[in-house]
Nanobody, 113 residues
Framework: QVQLVESGGGSVQAGGSLRLSCTAS????????MGWYRQAPDKQRELVAS???????NYTGAGKGRFTISRDNAKNTVYLQMDSLKSEDTGVYYC???????WGQGTQVTVSS
């Protein structure tokens, strides 16, 4: 059973930064493509960023330019560094194993203006 555990969410003022972490209980983590999604209130869940097992990254409009996804295969952990946060970044952020049904429980990010 794959488990994904997120941490690092919280409340921050606009312009601030947060770093989210997601630790995965996958023996083959170093090969696993991972992604971060977010779901704002009353909106659909959307992709923010993804990273391949080789470290190739992809960002959507939601995260491009301000967010950085990275991974530490020794720790089975993927990170999302979020800078220059805006109020519209508020939502629940989820970690996922790409193309699977495995999701973390989510971590709340609240950005106040």
């Amino acid at each position: 059973q794959v488990q994904l555990v997120e941490s690092g969410g919280g409340s921050v003022q606009a312009g601030g930064s947060l770093r989210l972490s997601c630790t995965a209980s996958i023996s083959t983590f170093r090969f696993a493509p991972m992604g971060w999604y977010r779901q704002a209130p009353d909106k659909q869940r959307e992709l923010v960023a993804s990273i391949s097992g080789l470290g190739d990254t992809n960002y959507t409009g939601a995260g491009k330019g301000r967010f950085t996804i990275s991974r530490d295969n020794a720790k089975n952990t993927v990170y999302l560094q979020m800078d220059s946060l805006k109020s519209e970044d508020t939502g629940v952020y989820y970690c996922t194993l790409v193309d699977s049904n495995y999701w973390g429980q989510g971590t709340q990010v609240t950005v106040s203006s």
